[in-house]
């Protein structure tokens, strides 16, 4: 399980994240959602070892995780997927994943690029094309097998959904799916509230870097005004 216990991330004087418990476990997706400027990457990026914490910890598997460089905390099993995806746009598909498997022994990483073949098999029929000629769908997904090419326990998704088609999103939310099912434990980011909402089990709402909400999905498909006093008129209209 990853947890975080009154985690505190400050920029100067802007403190961007302010106490912020939450756990994350095998099998499940938690969905945090929030306003801009809420702290939600800052969060996240956080849990990878991209900025320091001011005070508090994260713990995965009972270790620490926290003061960990960022690719040790991907060697633990946590691996971050980036908002806006960042794929080498010059590199294959399969460059890609390669990258992302770099720490691994070679045996290892060609069974792993089967398996994410396997749950990709657009990027299998690709992947001699380069990155950069994908859509936004197939690099939202080529982001995903790259993550899961450091075989993961816990991956952490900054709004996988963001700038796509609804068609789209429906797809990605179901690879996010897929890959909790596969025992992967996912922290996601999400602006679109109902695409979130369907695959998770447990949501936590930010505002100006504390967790105002926090319950299970269903409480919150259920009492839709818990949301609405959290996020607005925009709360379940997304798309
Ligand atoms: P968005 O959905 O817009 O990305 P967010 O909830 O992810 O919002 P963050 O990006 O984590 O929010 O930002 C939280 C706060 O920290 C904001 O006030 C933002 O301006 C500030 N902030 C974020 N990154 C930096 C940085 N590198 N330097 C200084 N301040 C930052």
Do not use: W
């Not at 994908?134 to 996988?160: C, H, N, T, Y």
Request: aromatic share 4%; glycine share 12%; net charge negative.
């Amino acid at each position: 399980m990853l947890e975080l216990a009154e985690v505190h991330v400050r920029y100067g004087h802007v403190e961007a994240v302010r106490g912020v418990d939450l756990q994350v476990r095998p099998g499940t997706v938690s969905l945090m959602l929030g306003p801009n400027g809420a702290g939600k990457s800052t969060m996240l990026n956080a849990v990878a070892g991209l900025v320091p914490l001011a005070s508090g910890s994260i713990t995965f598997e009972g270790e620490r995780l926290s003061g960990l460089p960022p690719h040790r905390v991907v060697r633990r099993g946590v691996v971050l997927v980036p908002e806006g995806r960042r794929v080498f746009a010059p590199l294959t598909i399969e460059e890609n994943l390669r990258l992302g498997g770099h720490t691994a022994p070679r045996a290892k990483v060609r069974e792993t690029l089967a398996k994410v073949y396997e749950m990709f098999p657009i990027l299998a029929d690709r992947r001699s094309s380069s990155a950069g000629l994908l859509s936004g769908g197939e690099q939202q997904m080529l982001a995903f097998g790259r993550a899961l090419m450091s075989e993961p326990k816990i991956v952490l998704l900054d709004e996988p959904s963001m700038g796509l088609a609804p068609a789209v999103v429906d797809t990605i939310i179901e690879k996010v799916s897929l890959m909790a099912e596969s025992g992967i434990g996912i922290l996601m980011v999400e602006q679109n509230t109902e695409a979130g909402l369907d695959i998770a089990s447990e949501v936590k709402v930010m505002n100006r870097g504390g967790v105002v909400f926090a319950g299970p999905a269903g409480q919150v498909r259920t009492d839709a005004s818990v949301l609405h006093a959290f996020l607005g008129d925009a709360a379940l209209t997304e798309s």
